[in-house]
């Protein structure tokens, strides 16, 4: 019996102290990675971070391994809120949410507003890349796009007034924002790219993004689903109340550019040119977009992720991977019945929205019409 009890107590001092350490390496990876903390890094410091966070990732795998088993995530508690939007807990904050729908857009500006995994990053990039006529040197220079985009109501970037100009032509700031049209701040004389995807492959593609985030810890099939289609737990609203949203401004706001993920996917030099054109920028030669199609190609930015990450690397995920997939079909990979039933809640929720949801997806009608 005492032999029972004494290794009872030894499996209890165990877990409290590896949750004690667990509690102190996510307050030191966070306190880090604030701000600057770390896309303010040279290369070299930030590969040493990740080096560091391995260490302890090693050391830790037992108890994060028990915890994917006791818990999963739960959506509800994983969030902040503001104004009845959700977002993530870590990466935004109701204080960050404040700051952000406080700002005073410049004439500057250049905001790249996307619905979460829709292609933010790879928008960022072109702006960026057609800013500098296809001489961007984040990847020589050993940089990140953090380090000199801001995400707007984030906590893990360059802060928004300390974000340099880009390019010389026409100097600007590049700014990532989710945030719906209702809560982004709006001026007349900034400029705002809006890049939608299709509903069914950005919910594929925030799977595959939790996945890679919390592991063992992600939730099943039907409790994604019921998050990316509620208004009040889906982060920064629904892609169809987002899509909505941004389209109706596109509609009624000459500086608002409405674009499409597949067809960057399709003719991304078209894309480019039309961006170039958007901005004010004079015409960007041959040479110079055929520069930017291919610092911006897919191939290109997964062989330099360290330039592009998302997010700072975490405890669950020391390397910060990019795309998982990046395709314009992702949405044929979801079990079918799942499909069908984002895609009837989506034709649901779009009724009498002007948005040409049949001309930009028709297959999302597909399983309404019978066809």
């Not at 009837?344 to 002007?354: F, N, R, T, Y």
């Amino acid at each position: 019996m005492s032999l029972v009890l004494w290794l009872l107590g030894a499996i209890i001092v165990g877990y409290v102290a590896y949750t004690t350490y667990l509690a102190m390496v996510l307050k030191w990876e966070d306190e880090e990675t604030v701000g600057l903390g770390y896309y303010g890094r040279s290369l070299a410091e930030r590969n040493a971070f990740k080096d560091r966070l391995r260490a302890h990732a090693r050391r830790l795998r037992p108890i994060l391994a028990l915890n994917s088993r006791l818990a999963k995530l739960d959506f509800a508690r994983a969030r902040i809120q503001y104004r009845g939007i959700s977002a993530p807990t870590g990466s935004c904050s109701e204080e960050s949410f404040a700051r952000a729908a406080a700002y005073a857009p410049r004439p500057d500006d250049v905001f790249v507003v996307t619905q979460m995994k829709c292609g933010t990053t790879w928008m960022q990039h072109v702006v960026y890349e057609v800013l500098r006529r296809g001489e961007g040197d984040l990847v020589a220079t050993g940089s990140a796009m953090y380090a000199i985009s801001p995400w707007i109501e984030g906590r893990r970037s360059v802060p928004v007034d300390q974000a340099p100009m880009v390019g010389t032509e026409r100097p600007s700031r590049i700014i990532k924002t989710h945030l719906p049209a209702s809560l982004c701040p709006f001026s007349a004389e900034a400029r705002y790219i809006y890049v939608a995807r299709h509903p069914v492959s950005c919910f594929a593609s925030c799977i595959d993004f939790v996945d890679t985030n919390v592991g063992g810890m992600a939730p099943d099939i039907p409790a994604f689903e019921r998050w990316y289609t509620s208004p009040d737990l889906m982060w920064w609203g629904t892609w169809t109340d987002h899509v909505k949203g941004w389209w109706e401004r596109s509609q009624q706001s000459p500086n608002v550019l409405f674009v499409y993920f597949e067809d960057m996917k399709k003719d991304l030099a078209r894309i480019v040119r039309q961006v170039a054109a958007f901005l004010g920028m004079a015409p960007l030669s041959e040479a110079e977009v055929a520069a930017v199609v291919r610092k911006c190609s897919f191939a290109y930015m997964q062989e330099h992720q360290d330039a592009f990450e998302m997010h700072p690397p975490h405890i669950l995920q020391t390397n910060a991977e990019l795309f998982v997939s990046g395709s314009a079909d992702r949405y044929k990979h979801v079990p079918v019945d799942v499909r069908e039933r984002i895609a009837q809640w989506v034709v649901m929720e779009m009724a009498g929205s002007s948005f040409p949801l049949g001309q930009a997806y028709p297959d999302v009608l597909e399983p309404i019409s019978g066809e």
